[in-house]
């Protein structure tokens, strides 16, 4: 069975705190992505991965870094917390870069930045 | 401003009723899928289309592509409680490898 893991459900920190939110996959999938949601916005992307130490800005990739060492594990860095990241946030794998291919989403990362 | 619109983007209606939900784009898509979101889960893809004008069924789903293959619509005959949710369109662009997500449309179906 597909299976996308991220690292907490919910998550508080601080101002200025550096954040990191872990993503696994169990699928050998090519290509890896973490998008946000917020109300009204939908998701968008914030960067993606085709390949390991591969990586790709999406929409929003500003106050974020990845990084991808292995083809399983994809990590979403926010250097510097600000409350305007508080938001939920999404990994997604999928096997190739074929468009029609299924994105496999983990549950998501509620994360609240005071 | 969002490559994909949806809308509505609430929906409340009785268990029975007809619903349409609707992605539009000024863009050109070479596949849009459909995603349905449950609380504290992530999305679920429900249809992939890829031909202009194609029309996908789901038991009481219908999913249609746009011939221009700039919009797509959801269509759900006599609503059932189970169908709540998220609903979120994405679309492929024609070059590249992201997808791009609507804005969603939150349906409650009323028992």
């Known amino acids: 069975d597909v299976k996308v893991t991220q690292s907490s459900r919910y998550l508080v920190k601080r101002t200025g705190e550096k954040v990191f939110l872990e993503c696994v996959q169990d699928?050998?999938?090519?290509?890896m992505f973490w998008y946000r949601q917020d109300p009204g916005l939908g998701l968008r992307l914030i960067y993606f991965?085709?390949?390991?130490?591969?990586?790709e800005k999406g929409d929003i990739p500003e106050g974020y870094s990845v990084s991808r060492e292995k083809k399983e594990r994809f990590s979403l860095i926010l250097e510097s917390a600000s409350t305007n990241q508080t938001s939920m946030y999404l990994c997604?794998?999928?096997?190739?870069?074929?468009?029609?291919?299924?994105?496999?989403f983990g549950p998501g990362t509620r994360l609240l930045v005071l | 401003t969002q490559l994909l619109e949806q809308s509505p983007q609430f929906l409340s209606i009785q268990e029975g009723e007809n619903l349409t939900v609707y992605c539009n784009s000024s863009?050109?898509?070479?596949?849009l899928q459909w995603y349905r979101q449950e609380p504290g889960e992530g999305p679920v893809l429900l249809v992939t289309v890829v031909t202009g004008g194609e029309v996908k069924k789901l038991k009481r789903l219908t999913f249609q592509f746009g011939d221009a293959r700039k919009d797509s619509s959801l269509h759900i005959t006599a609503a059932q409680p189970g169908d709540t949710g998220l609903y979120l369109c994405?679309?492929?662009?024609?070059?590249?490898?992201?997808?791009?997500f609507g804005t969603g449309t939150s349906l409650t179906v009323i028992p």
């Open positions: 863009s050109v898509f070479s596949s």
């Open positions: 994405a679309g492929a662009r024609t070059t590249g490898n992201q997808f791009y």
């Open positions: 997604a794998s999928s096997p190739s870069t074929l468009s029609w291919e299924t994105q496999y």
């Open positions: 699928m050998d999938h090519e290509n």
């Open positions: 991965s085709y390949d390991v130490k591969m990586k």
